[in-house]
Nanobody, 124 residues
């Protein structure tokens, strides 16, 4: 059974940083594309960043470029999202997604597996 457990969310002031983690219980984690999404109440879940399982290449939403960094530690079956220069509009529940379709650092379609989410609130 696949399980994704996120952590690291919290309250941070504008301009601050947070590092989200996702520990995955999934076979062959290292070969699977992984991603982060986020959702605000009343809005659709939106893509943030993805990382390939094949070569570690990364793909970011425009809103995340230059501020967020996605990474993975295959030895720990873990996915990370380092978020810097946070803005109030980054406030959302952040979700880990596993086993999506990743293509050419320009496309990610989510897989069937989602974590429970972790709340990030950016406010002074």
């Amino acid at each position: 059974q696949v399980q994704l457990v996120e952590s690291g969310g919290g309250l941070v002031q504008p301009g601050g940083s947070l590092r989200l983690s996702c520990v995955a219980s999934i076979r062959n984690f290292g070969s699977r594309a992984m991603a982060w999404f986020r959702q605000v109440p009343g809005k659709e879940r939106e893509f943030v960043a993805a990382i390939s399982g094949a070569d570690g290449s990364q793909y970011y939403a425009d809103s995340a470029k230059g501020r967020f960094t996605i990474s993975r530690d295959n030895g720990k079956d873990s996915l990370y999202l380092q978020m810097n220069s946070l803005k109030p509009e980054d406030t959302a529940v952040y979700y880990c997604n596993a086993d999506g379709t990743y293509f050419g650092a320009s496309y990610y379609h989510p897989g069937d597996y989602w974590g429970q989410g972790t709340q990030v609130t950016v406010s002074s």
